[in-house]
Nanobody, 127 residues
């Protein structure tokens, strides 16, 4: 089992930045692909970014490319999501998640691939 604890959410003005952290405990953190997802009330949870076990491969949703950066530090059992030039459209609950396996890298964009989830801090971007 992996316990994921997130931090770093909050309120920020449009154009500002936030960094989310996701600390994992339990089994070896480097055994998991890490993903960041977000969800707005009434909408489906969507993938924001994913990062491979060693950090060598990443995926970003088109809406965040060039502004968000996913990273991980396996020595610290922590994944990060740096969010720059935030817009009000980024307002959502953000979840980190861990997945041990998938038959395809593409499937790591799907919430159903993930085995463990963080608690989901709120990120609110004011205009």
């Amino acid at each position: 089992q992996v316990l994921l604890v997130e931090s770093g959410g909050g309120l920020v003005q449009a154009g500002g930045s936030l960094r989310l952290s996701c600390a994992g405990s339990g089994r070896t953190f480097s055994s998991y692909v890490m993903g960041w997802f977000r969800q707005v009330t009434g909408k489906e949870r969507e993938a924001v970014a994913t990062i491979s076990w060693s950090g060598g491969s990443t995926y970003y949703a088109d809406s965040v490319k060039g502004r968000f950066t996913i990273s991980r530090d396996n020595a610290k059992n922590t994944a990060y999501l740096q969010m720059n030039r935030l817009t009000p459209e980024a307002t959502a609950v953000y979840y980190c998640a861990a997945a041990e396996y998938s038959s395809s890298w593409t499937l790591f964009r799907e919430p159903g691939t993930y085995d463990y989830w963080g608690q989901g801090p709120q990120v609110t971007v004011s205009s």
